[in-house]
Nanobody, 125 residues
Framework: VQLVESGGGLVQVGGSLTVSCTTS????????LAWFRQVPGKRSEFVAL?????????DYADSVKGRFIISRDSAKNTLQLEMHDLKSEDTAVYYC??????????????????WGRGTQVTVSM
């Protein structure tokens, strides 16, 4: 099973960036997919999730609501996070994650058994 992120990089404050994830090795069509982020010395932080049935339901951390948009394409096994109006505090490594339990909606990183290697997003002043 693999989750591979792409699209990270350096962007200025107020700019936009999209990170993507491709899953392989098994189907996650009945599992929630999510983005978490982490900065050195801190615990992983929930960013956004998209549930089964092609992301019929989504949820966002309060810190990104109105600025980030999550979407998934179950047919293509992809997950995407559009990030707009980026702030310096959005700087982190962003991880694509899959919940190991079907039909569960959770923002707890401990419930996500599958993680990608992460992609760095740096927002500069």
């Amino acid at each position: 099973v693999q989750l591979v992120e792409s699209g990270g990089g350096l962007v200025q404050v107020g700019g936009s960036l999209t990170v993507s994830c491709t899953t392989s090795g098994r189907s996650f069509s009945r599992n929630t997919l999510a983005w978490f982020r982490q900065v050195p010395g801190k615990r992983s932080e929930f960013v956004a999730l998209a549930t089964w049935r092609g992301g019929a339901n989504t949820d966002y951390a309060d810190s990104v609501k109105g600025r980030f948009i999550i979407s998934r394409d179950s047919a293509k096994n992809t997950l995407q996070l559009e990030m707009h109006d980026l702030k310096s505090e959005d700087t982190a490594v962003y991880y694509c994650c899959a919940d190991n339990q079907e039909f569960r909606l959770s923002t707890d990183p401990d419930n996500y058994a599958y993680w990608g290697r992460g992609t760095q997003v740096t927002v500069s002043m």
